[in-house]
C-alpha cells in the first residue's frame, strides 16, 4: 500500500476490508467508501471547500443537545429519513402509511383519559380528534395505544418553547372495546424547522424554505400488530406541496370539518373549549409476523 494515485486508492480502501469480521459492517462500510470516493471524483473539491463541509458536519454535531438534534433535521431535510422510511415501511395495502418520527418525540408522555385534553393551556381553537384504529379487514383493535405530539398554535414544541408546560401538547390515548379513540387538542400550526443552526444555513443556501405544513404526529401500536409511526397533516395547509422534510403522503391529509357551536356532551367534565373543530381519521394496522 505504498504510491497509491487517484487511479487506484479506491482500491486500496476497499482492500483493507478483507479483514473485517461483521458481514453487514463489511457491505455497509464497501458500499460508502465507494460512493464517497465517487463523489469526491465528480465533485472534485478544492481542499477548502473539503475543509468547510468537515466544519459543518462539526457544527452540526456540536448543535446537537438533549433538545435539540441538528443530525436529524439534516437527515429529514435532505430526503434520507423519508427514503429509510419508504425501504423499511413499504406500504401494505389497507393499512395507515408511515411518515417521519422527527426530532420533538418524546418517551414519556402521560396516559390520559378518553376525551382529555393535551393541550394545558388555554391558546388556540380547539380539535377533537377521533376514530377508530382496526386491522386490515376493519376488524377494530381494543387497546392499542395512539402516542400523540404537536406544536402550539405559535408552531413551537414544548421542547423549544420555555413559555409552555412540560409535556404540553403531548399524550397517550387507548382505544375502547370497539377500537374507538378520542381526544382534544388545539389546531396545530405550520412550523420552519429550526433556522439558527448549520442545517438551516444550508436550506438557505439552496433557496429552499424551511416550513413544514400543520400536522399532529402519532405512533400507534397494538399488541400483536406492527407499530405505525405517522403524522395527520391538515388539509388546506400552504406547505402540503412542500414540506422541508418531504413527509406529506396523500392518504395522510386530513380535514378539519368545523361545525356550529358544541353540544354539552362534547366538553363536559374535560375543561376544555367548547369544540367547533372535528377531525376523524381510522388507522389500519398490520398484523406482526
Ligand atoms: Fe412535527
Not at 211 to 234: D, E, M
Request: glycine residues 6%.
Amino acid at each position: 500500500m505504498r504510491d497509491l494515485t487517484e487511479a487506484n486508492l479506491t482500491e486500496a480502501v476497499l482492500q483493507k476490508l478483507s479483514n473485517t469480521k461483521d458481514p453487514r459492517l463489511k457491505e455497509v462500510m464497501s458500499s460508502l467508501i465507494q460512493c464517497l470516493h465517487t463523489f469526491i471524483r465528480e465533485v472534485e473539491p478544492t481542499q477548502d471547500e473539503w475543509f468547510d463541509a468537515i466544519q459543518f458536519l462539526t457544527e452540526v454535531g456540536q448543535k446537537c443537545t438533549d433538545k435539540r438534534q441538528e443530525f436529524i433535521l439534516m437527515s429529514d431535510t435532505l430526503g434520507a429519513s423519508m427514503l429509510i422510511d419508504a425501504i423499511n415501511n413499504r406500504k401494505v395495502e389497507g393499512t395507515t402509511e408511515s411518515s417521519v418520527l422527527g426530532p420533538y418525540y418524546r418517551e414519556s408522555a402521560p396516559e390520559l383519559a378518553s376525551g382529555q385534553s393535551i393541550s394545558m393551556t388555554k391558546e388556540g381553537e380547539t380539535i377533537q380528534v377521533s376514530g377508530h384504529v382496526s386491522d386490515q379487514k376493519h376488524v377494530p383493535i381494543k387497546g392499542a395505544i395512539l402516542d400523540v405530539w404537536q406544536t402550539a398554535p405559535n408552531g413551537l414544541y414544548d421542547v423549544q418553547d420555555t413559555k409552555q408546560p412540560d409535556m404540553n401538547l403531548r399524550g397517550k390515548f387507548r382505544t375502547d372495546t370497539k377500537g374507538r379513540y378520542l381526544f382534544h387538542t388545539v389546531k396545530p400550526a405550520s412550523y420552519p424547522i429550526p433556522t439558527d443552526g448549520p442545517v438551516g444555513k444550508m436550506l438557505s443556501g439552496l433557496s429552499w424554505h424551511p416550513n413544514r405544513p400543520a400536522h399532529i404526529h402519532f405512533i400507534v401500536s397494538a399488541k400483536g400488530f406492527k407499530p405505525v409511526t405517522t403524522q395527520l397533516f391538515i388539509d388546506g395547509d400552504p406547505y402540503l406541496e412542500s414540506d422541508a422534510v418531504f413527509a406529506v403522503k396523500d392518504s395522510l391529509v386530513a380535514k378539519i370539518v368545523s361545525r356550529e357551536g358544541a353540544s354539552s356532551k362534547d366538553t363536559a367534565s374535560n375543561n376544555v373549549s367548547p369544540v367547533h373543530n372535528d377531525i376523524h381519521y381510522d388507522f389500519r394496522l398490520e398484523a406482526a409476523q
